[in-house]
DNA sequence: GGCTAGACTGTAAGCGCTTACATGTGCACA
DNA sequence: TGTGCACATGTAAGCGCTTACAGTCTAGCC
């Protein structure tokens, strides 16, 4: 691979010519500037950005860490990401954290050690002091689906809470008042806000909360499943379910089916995500719709205005969800 | 951040030993390798991987290239790749082609500026002989989902024609005679050798093959639902549809079931890829199972062993996929 | 013609590491 | 005591760029 030094040699200039033509850094004149462009040509010179980022000290490029890679929800978050960095001649390098600190800890680390121009987080299972100290260190920070009072313009996430109270909103003004509900891990935020806002809404209604109808997942299909066979055996009538995610909702509608419920007939289900799948099941899943691909394109978009400086960008900081109404939600009749 | 120089001056020792330490590449005493590494503890020391990268020549991060990164498919390959590079201490640097020859072309080249040690790529508009002179260079390549015979070797594949053949061989085994075909774009290798496997499998049954009953999609959704409607409207009977992927199959039983037909009862479906979603469909989709995340792994693993020279690795090029039977396949009763 | 400002280009010192080579040390052996 | 050798450590030259600073050249002015 051809260097910068060959190109000068060819072009009969120094290398700081080239780098200026390279970097439109200073004033070149046209003459030596095509010189330059077309020893580049003919060597089929490429920048080295390793030398490049050393040099300068930036490297154009922004680490990400999600929890996970596969399934649908992170994959387009990155989608979003990805495009709008893309668009910028930014790059991704992406690590994955599985909600594990240390795991998550060790990503990061890697990431500033690679000498990303800044950091897009989904992480869970750092504590938010860290993560103030972290972003007070030099590598800006963006969080995405977390909300941290001391650093919130750095936070790009999703009213959960609003969503938990639409959702359960929704099946009250459709008459249920009997609402299971089967929630993420309560140690994730979002989980945890979620369920907040489901109460809300039933406060709102003067329906109490009862816990016997509560079961606590893990976000996963099979907790979803585990969930509505546990809420079953309780005995305890139920017309809804409220599920913290789509994955849940999915394992949730298979057993009410296998144990003879018709949906929404007999139960109506909610889910939460919107995500690829949820206009495949059947009946197509009511849900509360997360905006994953504008987050990450919003989370994107933080750091070219914050980092890269690209003006007339506008940063949202927190999406607020909307209901789906699909087919798995119905009145209440009885 | 502290750099090499800080360590050694803390600990008393030179650069070289530092280095020596940090990687292990040379007899250094106990006593000395304590005292750098406590120095390294006390300032919080961590390498600078840009800077070792240049001046390695290494950069121990290999280079990926998908078409897309939403979508189950993709990001489970990517889950497979980045879980077995992560335990060997390897990262990766995502970039994603959307199919188009320049994109394909630029963020290759991206790849390789940033030193990737080895490149995984996915992909489908550059040519064989291209891929063939890419090969040749001094940054190893693995192909996924490619089958280039002057490459063989480097190439991590689905053998799609077997998997086109079992899918229409298990119709054929149920009495189905009269079967559509949607298929995927027929420029991408992998939609043309499902097709080839489809039609093996006819001809060994002596059914002639209906250009009539084929449409050719684009392995989105919509182009499932296109061409099922289009199909209908031939008039032309048949009891049986086979898509190109599940994307296109979720979409073509949803337009049969809005024209009223019953699934498997009237018409038959089979897909192509076992995607999270195909076991969410109504009714539960048969399909050919693509080990996407195996094969991921298998690049991974192409890569330890060919480029990072770990041991004992097996590498398997070909993957033969299987029939997954679930209930959106029936026998023909007429 | 001599002078100066401003535009262009070159020189060279790094960026934080790795590594070939040189040097130093201690020990076994004759 | 001298020799040779293995092991431990240091020295310094890069890796391919960026960039502060210095130098050269031209045009415009008195």
């Known amino acids: 691979m051809a260097t910068i030094y060959e190109v000068s040699t060819l072009a009969g200039v120094s290398l700081a010519t080239v780098s200026r033509v390279m970097n439109n850094s200073a004033h070149v004149t046209d003459k030596t500037r095509q010189k330059v462009l077309s020893a580049m040509a003919e060597l089929g010179y490429r920048p080295n ?49 599985h909600s594990d600190k240390e795991k998550e800890i060790d990503g990061i680390e890697f ?41 919130a313009s750095n936070c790009i996430n999703l009213d959960n809470e609003h969503g938990g109270y639409v959702a359960t ?7 249920h008042r009997d609402i299971a509900y089967i929630s993420g891990p309560q140690w994730k935020k979002d989980a945890n806000e979620r369920l907040v806002g489901h109460k809300k809404a039933l406060s709102e209604y003067g329906v109490r909360f009862n816990k016997n109808l509560m079961f606590e997942g893990d976000f996963h299909e099979s907790g979803g499943s585990k969930g ?9 009538r139920f017309s809804a379910v409220i599920c913290g995610n789509d994955d849940m909702a999915a394992g949730a509608m298979d057993v009410a089916r296998e144990n003879g419920l018709a949906i929404p007939d007999d139960v109506s289900v909610v889910g939460f995500d919107n995500v690829n799948f949820a206009h495949f099941t059947y009946p197509k899943l009511s849900t509360v719709d997360y905006p994953m691909n504008d987050m990450g394109q919003m989370a994107a978009r933080w750091v070219l205005k914050n980092v890269y400086e690209q003006g007339g960008l506008e940063i949202q900081n927190t999406f607020r969800p909307e209901l789906i109404s699909r087919a798995s939600t119905g009145p209440l009749d009885r």
């Open 111 to 151: 990431l500033m050690s690679r000498n990303c121009d800044a950091l897009i987080l989904h992480v869970d299972a750092v504590s938010d002091p860290w993560l103030v100290e972290l972003s007070a260190g030099s590598t800006p920070i963006v969080l995405i689906n977390r909300s941290i009072p001391a650093m």
């Open 49 to 97: 950005s390793i030398a490049q980022s050393l040099a300068s000290n930036r490297s154009n490029s922004v680490g990400i860490l999600v929890p996970e890679l596969h399934g649908p929800f992170f994959s387009t978050i990155l989608s979003g990401i990805e495009a709008e960095l893309r668009g910028a001649r930014k790059h991704v390098i992406i690590t994955v954290g």
């Open 169 to 175: 909103k929704s099946l009250l003004e459709l008459g």
């Open 228 to 236: 509505m066979a546990q809420l079953l055996q309780t005995g305890i």
